[in-house]
């Protein structure tokens, strides 16, 4: 197996346009673990460690573009109140160590449907930037994941950067494992409120071939709710419930599918009602946040 090195973004594509089997790495938190337990053994590995930028992130008008470099601690402890969704789920991800070198960035190139970036990513209408030698491509979070660990990825082509607009509204993530901690997703859930074009998104992981969103329960919010007034129980309980329809998941060691379509329905319901309770305020006595679901 042969390390490349490469220090610039330039470098990195050259060596990706040669090489177009080689994996790249960057926290290592997916690979290692892969190559460890000899799932894969490929020919070049590509480190991007070294790549000057793609630790960096920034303000572009009204969206935040975010290198592929960034760690889930510097997602928590520098985005948090930018992106609440993705701060939440970052939390969640393995241990103190793995999220000082695990990267969103990482978590989609690997493509899992189990990644815990992947459902707030899909609810908050991220965009992948991508580069090869050949150009820049822009690609939607929706369009980004293609089966079970593809993307639409070609060949030579590197993940650059993220792209999301700051929160405008409340962000929820929601996450169901056989343990509390250091542990695969059963199944996940995020979703964002979009007050200003009063909307819903949401995002799905763990329970499909991909990760997905629930627009039949977007589209039903965006017809049922009253951004005015409290949430209607009997909203938030269809919501839940078209949220577990779209969900297409396997019987596995983890979670059987009929457990993981009930907690999902659980946890859409919860995550709104959790979400309501920020957007209208805690003097909301008809929305009491998280003990009414």
Known sequence: MEFLQPTTWDEALAAKAEHPEAVPIQGGTDVMVELNFDVRRPEHLLDLGRVAGLDRWEQTGDRLRIGAGVTYAR???ELGDRLPGLAQAART?????????????GNLGA??????????????DAVVEVESRRGIRMIAATDFYQGVKRSALEPDELI???????????????????????????CSFAVAL????R?????????????????????????????????????AREFGALVGAAATPIDDVRGTAAYRRHALAVMARRTLTWAWRDHRGPGDAENPGRGAA
Do not use: C
Request: charged fraction near 15%; hydrophobic fraction near 45%; charge should be negative.
């Open 75 to 77: 997602i928590i402890g």
């Open 199 to 235: 909307r819903v998104g949401t995002g799905i992981g763990s329970a499909a071939p991909t990760p997905i969103r629930a627009a039949a329960a977007e589209d039903f919010l965006a017809r049922e709710l009253d951004w005015d007034a409290p949430l209607d129980e009997a909203v």
């Open 160 to 186: 650059r950067a993220f792209w999301l607009a700051p929160a405008t509204g409340p962000q929820y993530f929601s996450k169901i494992g056989t343990r509390n901690a250091m542990v695969i997703a059963v």
């Open 111 to 124: 493509a899992s449907p189990a990644g815990d970036g992947h459902p707030p990513l899909l609810a908050a």
């Open 93 to 105: 991800v393995g241990s103190p160590q793995i999220r000082n070198r695990g990267t969103v960035g």
């Open 194 to 197: 979009h007050p200003g074009e």
